[in-house]
């Protein structure tokens, strides 16, 4: 647990100096993992409450159907509290199975879901069908986030927008986590390698909520990255070719207002009786900020200042 701790306390101080107040971070619960992990970051919670709320979303990263002790761990956790469950069911012999039993414990403990789905290199056997039509027959409508859809870059432009109009009537939210998506998808090719990057913009154009996030930091799914999700939207916008502004400006808000609202946060933004959470970015407008990676000077939890980055100088001679 204290190695735990140690590891996910600076990268998590790293977010915080990037201007992060809200995050929910996935926690894998297996056999060999146990509870450590949910023990560690629910003290890292409590721990830097100062300066950012944390929503621990718990998933099975190893299998669920053929692993009963996984099972077991999830209901523990969310006994004790956690407030999300995800899932990995490309790690599970039966995939289905795996996605109706995460649905049946989300409905059961009445808590959101928010699963990592379709990473991979072809269009072939997606997921997200299922997803949607759980999401449908439950009535979760906006209590439901997928991470990463590499397999919807795969598509034709008509595929891809028939298949965002399925995930926005289903009311399914996307987050595409670029760093990750770039450095694992395409270890097939040797030239010519696809991104694996889904088009966020693409899909909002066609109603579907989208945000941009990070998933692993200074792993071995991503050996690099620093915590900040600027960062990540330049990136997001430059592999998927976003130059307007207005499509830049959607790509602040995938940071801000979007991911919000696929948290289903009720007290989000600079509004009379919400908490004062303020970060002031080094730019003047949303799109300045993604395409020159403007970063924060500053950041207020409840009205208490908990970052300052001053402004780089020049010492001219």
């Known amino acids: 647990m204290a190695d735990v701790y140690q590891r996910a306390s600076k990268i998590l101080e790293n977010c915080i100096k990037h201007g992060t107040t809200r995050m929910r971070t996935h926690v894998e619960l297996d056999p060999g993992v146990e509870m450590r992990s949910f ?5 890292l919670r409590r721990d830097y409450a100062w300066a950012i709320d ?52 989300a409905r059961a403990h009445d808590i959101d879901i928010d699963m990592h789905l379709d990473s991979g290199n072809s269009p072939a056997d997606m997921d997200i069908y299922l997803v949607c039509e759980l999401t449908r027959k439950y009535g979760l409508s906006g209590r439901v986030a997928i991470g990463h859809g590499c397999k919807y870059s795969t598509l034709p432009p008509a595929d891809l927008k028939k298949l965002a109009t399925e995930i926005a009537d289903a009311g399914v939210a ?3 986590l670029p760093a990750t998506d770039l450095f694992m998808m395409g270890r097939d090719q040797d030239h010519s390698v696809r991104r694996g990057l889904a088009d966020a913009n693409v899909l909002v154009e066609h109603g579907v909520n989208c945000s941009i996030s990070s998933n692993d930091i200074l792993n071995p799914f991503t050996p690099m990255g620093d915590g900040n999700l600027i960062r990540m939207a330049n990136m997001q916008a430059n592999v998927c070719q976003i130059g307007q502004a207005h499509r830049l400006r959607e790509c602040f808000a995938m940071l801000t207002d979007r991911s919000a609202k696929l948290m289903n946060l009720k ?4 509004a009379v009786g919400n908490p004062a959470d303020i970060v002031v970015i080094d730019a003047t407008t949303p799109e300045q900020a993604v395409a020159e990676v403007c970063a924060p000077l500053v950041a207020f939890k409840r009205g208490v200042q908990t970052v300052t980055r001053p402004r780089a100088e020049l010492h001219r001679p």
């Open 174 to 176: 996307v987050t595409v």
């Open 39 to 43: 023990e560690a970051l629910e003290q």
């Open 267 to 270: 007290n989000y933004g600079i």
């Open 54 to 105: 944390i929503e621990l979303c718990v998933f099975p990263q190893e299998g669920l159907t053929n692993n009963p002790r996984a099972d077991e761990l999830l209901v523990e956790a969310l006994n004790r509290g956690a407030k999300v469950i995800g899932a990995a069911p490309n790690y599970d012999p039966d995939k289905k199975g795996h996605i109706h039993r995460i649905f049946d414990l």
